[in-house]
């Protein structure tokens, strides 16, 4: 069984900095893709960043030089950092992961739980 476990949510001033993990457990064969993905309440879930295996990364533009996304292909995690908290940043911060489970299953997409951000005076 395959896991995302996600930390590091929380209260954080307008302008402050948070760092949120996401750690991917279980049986993994390998990992295609892991990407950042929030919600805000009443709003669709949206993509935030995206790193590959590779080493590539990328970023919606509202996070755009603020946010960096990061990976430790080692531990199967990957981190976001978000720099310059904006009110708008307040959400349901999601982990995505597209992944297989052994060599011979198909790759399948996981999610986890999220982590609440918030960003407030």
């Known amino acids: 069984q395959v896991q995302l476990v996600e930390s590091g949510g929380g209260l954080v001033q307008p302008g402050g900095s948070l760092r949120l993990s996401c750690a991917a457990s279980?049986?993994?064969?390998?990992?295609?893709?892991m990407r950042w993905y929030r919600q805000a309440p009443g709003k669709q879930r949206e993509w935030v960043a995206a790193s590959t295996s590779g080493g590539s990364t990328s970023y919606a533009s509202s996070v755009k030089g603020r946010f960096t996304v990061s990976r430790d292909n080692t531990k199967n995690t990957t981190y976001l950092q978000m720099n310059s908290l904006r009110p708008e940043d307040t959400a349901v911060y999601y982990c995505?992961?597209?992944?297989?489970?052994?060599?011979?299953?198909?790759?399948?997409?996981?999610w986890g739980q999220g982590t609440q951000v918030t960003v407030s005076s």
């Open positions: 995505f992961s597209r992944l297989q489970r052994s060599w011979y299953y198909p790759a399948a997409d996981y």
């Open positions: 279980g049986s993994i064969f390998s990992i295609n893709a």
